[in-house]
């Protein structure tokens, strides 16, 4: 899905447990919807701990926003 604005950007998060122990496992891909990019897809993160997912969707975000004012950084 192509969006026309400025700029806009897609972020899926897979988790899942793994092995005998269930291990938990996350992987968090950004996909750029932002018309003209052709849907470029990155690994932004892979984490072992819920903790780490809400904290790369975080720094994912304020990087996205660059830090804009509303954008959750507290300003």
């Given at each position: 899905m192509t969006v026309e604005h400025d700029r806009s950007a897609?972020?899926?998060i897979r988790v899942w447990?793994?092995?005998r122990t269930d291990e938990?496992?996350?992987r968090?891909?950004?996909v750029s919807t932002?018309?003209?990019d052709g849907g470029v897809e990155r690994t932004v993160a892979?984490?072992?701990l819920p903790e780490a997912v809400l904290e790369a969707v975080g720094?994912?975000?304020a990087q996205f926003?660059?830090?804009a004012p509303g954008s959750g950084d507290g300003g």
């Open positions: 897609a972020l899926l447990l793994e092995g938990f496992r996350g968090l891909t950004s932002s018309l003209g892979v984490a072992s720094s994912w975000l926003t660059g830090g």
